[in-house]
């Protein structure tokens, strides 16, 4: 049966039975007749009556399933049948190299079109034992399968696996300047050295599957459209692992054990989710670790780029950067990280992500949101943050604003460890009978709501930049601040305290502390403390005192009455109470010289006052 093949490159002439590349000599096709198989130097076998060379395209084609073999003895006696210009294997049949070694390999010429080389496809196979093969052209595994255990197989171009083709590497060095696996394809590595002098790309519904060995990828790794990686061994080892951007089917690469070392790693949703996990092993990555999210419709749909490194799983980069300008990105994490860098945020605030923490440890130098909403959920483990934990955002909601909030830090259990604090969110620290589960041993910088349960903690040196609230939720909250009468608060700025259950005299339920002593807040930043409607006690806004162990309680006011007269205002009270003016809300007040109820006022001083009675 003589092999055909019809090419539409310019210069290519087709000549029954031969093939003619201008400047080359003809090509003809010896095919393998006999109807079992046999040994590769039988004369009788081939159509030609004579064996391969290196004029020739070969090809075992025929329907009959056989086994043909090359040994060393073969490479021995006939070394030049085994330079051959193209080799095609369909319809079940194997070729089989049994320990050929270097000095006999198969040499395969660059074939007669693009595509030709080496082709296995329609159930064909290649087994490789311990044998030298090299392909001048590419390696096409269309619905075929090739078996290496041991020896070099050398692609100087590309190999291509697709519909259901695959390769298993056992032992020894496959080499590729690229490698191909753009639908249904399977490359099993269990052992021995893959290197690709450029990429792999794999594609859909494909899938790397790396037991143990080493895989090097000088130019990256690509995953899309419903493809996987597989690392349960070995080491891998590429410049660049890119995950995603699908147009369909979830994409991702799975570590469970084994080492990973990247130059850069990301994952990118599109039309479908991307993710990377690692279950256990080792991953190093010498640049950055990137997160784009996506989404779809409006209210926006969750497509998510996520990253989850679990159980004992081992992680050292230098930088997380998440992007969630168009959509969704999730981090979770119950291992060990590294960044030796900076963990940063930014993106949309439509786009609500995920940074969840349930053990291990996350370190990095920095942790800083820069726009956007990351909400962020802490059941366990540390994070430790060299220098400054930059946390805020606004949920703006839909809807009309519906559901709008800012984003929340919710701490549940765990340790937290910065130098420095900037809050411009809400933080929720959850009830825990452990001390010493926040560590800020420099600066509190304070725009959003801190709350917190039955618990005892201690911060750094406060600064009010704006509004800022502490919630004492339900229970005993014990909260402390470092002395801060040296800090630049906004002198506009209020520091509102709601649902204190303390005692006026200090040491009760609730207690809010600065320092050990009274000089732990200045007067003005003292004046701009105010207690909101305190459990137990008339519901109103009560001005702040500090007490001689540091602690700020709400001082006793009475309500004051007023009524208006024609020219006249006229304040009332009870008891024998001080009346107290100030010009601002947030005071400073001045006592009222030999006022008692009732207080008329004819004439009004400037164009705003505010009154109070102090016992």
């Given at each position: 049966?003589?092999?055909?093949?019809?090419?539409?490159?310019?210069?290519l002439?087709?000549?029954?039975?031969?093939?003619?590349?201008?400047?080359?000599?003809?090509i003809?096709?010896?095919?393998?007749?006999?109807?079992?198989?046999?040994?590769?130097?039988e004369?009788?076998?081939?159509?030609l009556?004579?064996?391969?060379?290196?004029?020739?395209?070969?090809?075992i084609?025929s329907?009959?399933?056989?086994?043909?073999?090359?040994?060393?003895?073969?490479?021995?006696?006939?070394?030049?049948?085994?330079?051959?210009?193209?080799l095609?294997?369909?319809?079940?049949?194997?070729?089989?190299?049994?320990?050929?070694?270097?000095?006999g390999?198969?040499?395969?010429?660059?074939?007669?079109?693009?595509?030709?080389g080496?082709?296995?496809?329609?159930?064909?196979?290649?087994i490789?034992?311990?044998?030298?093969?090299?392909?001048?052209?590419?390696?096409?595994?269309?619905?075929?399968?090739?078996?290496?255990?041991?020896?070099?197989?050398?692609?100087?171009?590309?190999?291509?696996?697709?519909?259901?083709?695959?390769?298993?590497?056992?032992?020894g060095?496959?080499?590729?300047?690229?490698?191909?696996?753009?639908?249904?394809?399977?490359?099993?590595?269990?052992?021995?050295?893959?290197?690709?002098?450029n990429?792999?790309?794999?594609?859909?519904?494909?899938?790397?599957?790396?037991?143990?060995?080493?895989?090097?990828?000088?130019?990256?790794?690509?995953?899309?459209?419903?493809?996987?990686?597989?690392?349960?061994?070995?080491?891998n080892?590429?410049?660049?692992?890119?995950?995603?951007?699908?147009?369909?089917?979830?994409?991702g690469?799975?570590?469970?054990?084994?080492?990973?070392?990247?130059?850069?790693?990301?994952?990118?949703?599109?039309?479908?989710?991307?993710?990377?996990?690692?279950?256990?092993?080792?991953?190093?990555?010498?640049?950055?670790?990137?997160?784009?999210?996506?989404?779809?419709?409006y209210?926006?749909?969750?497509?998510?780029?996520?990253?989850?490194?679990?159980?004992?799983?081992?992680?050292?980069?230098?930088?997380?950067?998440?992007?969630?300008?168009?959509?969704?990105?999730?981090?979770?994490?119950?291992?060990?990280?590294?960044?030796?860098?900076?963990?940063?945020?930014?993106?949309?605030?439509?786009?609500?992500?995920?940074?969840?923490?349930s053990g291990?440890?996350v370190?990095?130098?920095?942790?800083?949101?820069?726009?956007?909403?990351?909400?962020?959920?802490?059941?366990?483990?540390?994070?430790?943050?060299?220098?400054?934990?930059?946390?805020?955002?606004?949920?703006?909601?839909?809807?009309?604003?519906?559901?709008?909030?800012?984003?929340?830090?919710?701490?549940?259990?765990?340790?937290?460890?910065?130098?420095?604090?900037?809050l411009?969110?809400?933080?929720?620290?959850?009830?825990?009978?452990?001390?010493?589960r926040?560590?800020?041993?420099?600066?509190?910088?304070?725009?959003?709501?801190?709350?917190?349960?039955?618990?005892?903690?201690?911060?750094?040196?406060?600064?009010?930049?704006?509004?800022?609230?502490?919630?004492?939720?339900?229970?005993?909250?014990?909260?402390?601040?470092?002395?801060?009468n040296?800090?630049?608060?906004?002198?506009?700025?209020?520091?509102?305290?709601?649902?204190?259950?303390?005692?006026t005299?200090?040491?009760?339920?609730?207690?809010?502390?600065?320092?050990?002593?009274?000089?732990?807040?200045?007067?003005?930043?003292?004046?701009?403390v105010?207690?909101?409607?305190?459990?137990?006690?008339?519901?109103?806004?009560?001005?702040?005192?500090?007490?001689?162990?540091?602690?700020?309680?709400?001082?006793?006011?009475?309500?004051?009455?007023?009524?208006?007269?024609?020219?006249?205002?006229?304040?009332?009270?009870?008891?024998?109470?001080?009346?107290?003016?100030?010009?601002?809300?947030?005071?400073?007040?001045?006592?009222?010289?030999?006022?008692?109820?009732?207080?008329?006022?004819?004439?009004?001083?400037?164009?705003?006052?505010?009154?109070?009675?102090?016992?």
């Amino acid at each position: 049966m003589k092999y055909l093949r019809v090419c539409c490159c310019i210069g290519l002439f087709l000549v029954a039975p031969k093939w003619r590349v201008l400047g080359q000599e003809e090509i003809t096709t010896n095919s393998w007749t006999k109807g079992s198989g046999g040994k590769w130097e039988e004369v009788s076998a081939w159509s030609l009556g004579r064996l391969p060379d290196a004029t020739q395209a070969v090809s075992i084609e025929s329907v009959n399933e056989k086994t043909v073999v090359i040994d060393a003895a073969t490479a021995r006696q006939f070394p030049t049948s085994l330079s051959i210009h193209n080799l095609v294997l369909t319809n079940s049949n194997t070729l089989k190299l049994d320990r050929v070694g270097t000095a006999g390999a198969l040499r395969i010429d660059v074939g007669t079109n693009r595509w030709m080389g080496l082709e296995v496809e329609r159930g064909a196979r290649v087994i490789n034992l311990d044998s030298d093969i090299t392909v001048d052209g590419y390696l096409r595994l269309i619905g075929g399968w090739a078996g290496q255990d041991g020896g070099v197989v050398s692609i100087k171009r590309a190999t291509v696996i697709a519909s259901g083709g695959s390769y298993a590497l056992t032992n020894g060095l496959f080499e590729a300047a690229h490698t191909e696996l753009p639908s249904s394809g399977i490359f099993r590595q269990y052992g021995g050295t893959a290197r690709l002098l450029n990429t792999l790309r794999v594609v859909g519904a494909s899938s790397y599957e790396l037991h143990g060995g080493e895989l090097v990828v000088a130019e990256g790794i690509s995953l899309n459209d419903s493809s996987g990686f597989f690392q349960n061994g070995g080491t891998n080892v590429a410049s660049l692992l890119s995950v995603g951007r699908p147009t369909w089917g979830e994409v991702g690469y799975v570590l469970n054990r084994g080492l990973l070392k990247l130059g850069t790693s990301s994952v990118g949703a599109g039309m479908s989710g991307a993710f990377f996990e690692q279950n256990g092993g080792v991953q190093v990555v010498t640049n950055a670790i990137r997160l784009t999210g996506s989404a779809r419709y409006y209210p926006p749909q969750d497509i998510t780029a996520s990253y989850r490194v679990k159980n004992d799983a081992v992680l050292s980069a230098g930088s997380l950067e998440f992007d969630s300008s168009f959509g969704f990105c999730s981090f979770e994490s119950s291992g060990q990280i590294q960044f030796r860098e900076n963990i940063v945020y930014a993106g949309d605030a439509d786009y609500q992500s995920r940074f969840q923490i349930s053990g291990g440890v996350v370190a990095s130098s920095n942790f800083v949101v820069e726009s956007g909403v990351l909400n962020i959920t802490q059941t366990g483990g540390a994070l430790v943050v060299t220098n400054l934990f930059k946390f805020r955002g606004y949920y703006p909601g839909v809807y009309n604003g519906l559901n709008a909030r800012p984003a929340r830090y919710q701490f549940t259990s765990g340790t937290i460890s910065a130098k420095d604090i900037e809050l411009g969110a809400d933080w929720i620290i959850g009830s825990s009978t452990a001390t010493g589960r926040i560590d800020n041993a420099g600066t509190f910088r304070m725009t959003g709501t801190l709350r917190i349960g039955d618990a005892v903690e201690q911060f750094g040196k406060l600064t009010v930049v704006s509004n800022a609230t502490i919630n004492l939720e339900d229970g005993k909250a014990k909260i402390s601040f470092a002395r801060s009468n040296g800090e630049q608060w906004n002198t506009s700025a209020l520091l509102t305290i709601l649902m204190w259950g303390g005692s006026t005299h200090g040491g009760g339920a609730d207690q809010v502390r600065f320092g050990n002593n009274r000089n732990g807040l200045s007067a003005e930043q003292l004046a701009q403390v105010q207690f909101m409607d305190p459990v137990g006690l008339p519901s109103g806004v009560y001005r702040a005192e500090m007490l001689e162990t540091g602690e700020v309680v709400p001082v006793l006011t009475q309500r004051v009455f007023h009524t208006t007269t024609p020219g006249e205002l006229v304040l009332t009270w009870q008891g024998t109470g001080v009346l107290q003016s100030s010009t601002n809300v947030a005071g400073p007040y001045e006592s009222v010289p030999s006022a008692a109820s009732p207080y008329i006022i004819e004439d009004f001083p400037g164009p705003q006052r505010f009154f109070r009675v102090i016992e």
